[in-house]
C-alpha cells in the first residue's frame, strides 16, 4: 500500500514536500516515481528514483526545480517541488515498482492533489 500526502494549495513559486508512505511490502527492493495528470491530459512521469535511492530521472519542465528522494529506514519517499508554476497544477501519484530482475509486482497510491494559484 502506497499513501501520499503534503498536497494543496500554493501560489506560483512556492514550496511543497509530497510524501509517499508505504506498507506491506520491502520498500527497498522497489523504484519509485512519482506520476502527474491534469485534467484533460495524460499522465506523465515525473520523477524517478532508484530503490538504494543512488540515482533519479527528471522530465525536462521540473529540472532544478524539484527533488526526488527517499529515506528506506522509514519506507518513504518525498517530492520537494519548489518554484512551483500553475502548469505543475495536477493530481500527483507514487507508484512502486519492483527493481528485482524478473520481478514486475507494482503498487499504486491514491493521489495528492497539487494546485498553484494566485
Known amino acids: 500500500q502506497l499513501v501520499e500526502s503534503g498536497g494543496g494549495l500554493v501560489q506560483p513559486g512556492g514550496s511543497l514536500r509530497l510524501s509517499c508512505a508505504a506498507s506491506?511490502?520491502?520498500?527497498?527492493?522497489?523504484?519509485i516515481h512519482w506520476y502527474r495528470q491534469a485534467p484533460g491530459k495524460r499522465r506523465e512521469l515525473v520523477t524517478t528514483?532508484?530503490?538504494?535511492?543512488?540515482?533519479?530521472y527528471y522530465t525536462e519542465s521540473v529540472k532544478g526545480r524539484f527533488t526526488i528522494s527517499r529515506d528506506n529506514a522509514k519506507n518513504t519517499a518525498y517530492l520537494q517541488m519548489d518554484s512551483l508554476r500553475p502548469d505543475d497544477t495536477a493530481m500527483y501519484y507514487c507508484?512502486?515498482?519492483?527493481?528485482?530482475?524478473?520481478?514486475?509486482?507494482?503498487?499504486w497510491g491514491q493521489g495528492t492533489q497539487v494546485t498553484v494559484s494566485s
Open positions: 507508484n512502486a515498482l519492483s527493481a528485482l530482475p524478473g520481478t514486475y509486482n507494482h503498487y
Open positions: 506491506g511490502f520491502t520498500f527497498s527492493n522497489y523504484d
Open positions: 528514483i532508484t530503490n538504494a535511492g543512488d540515482s533519479a
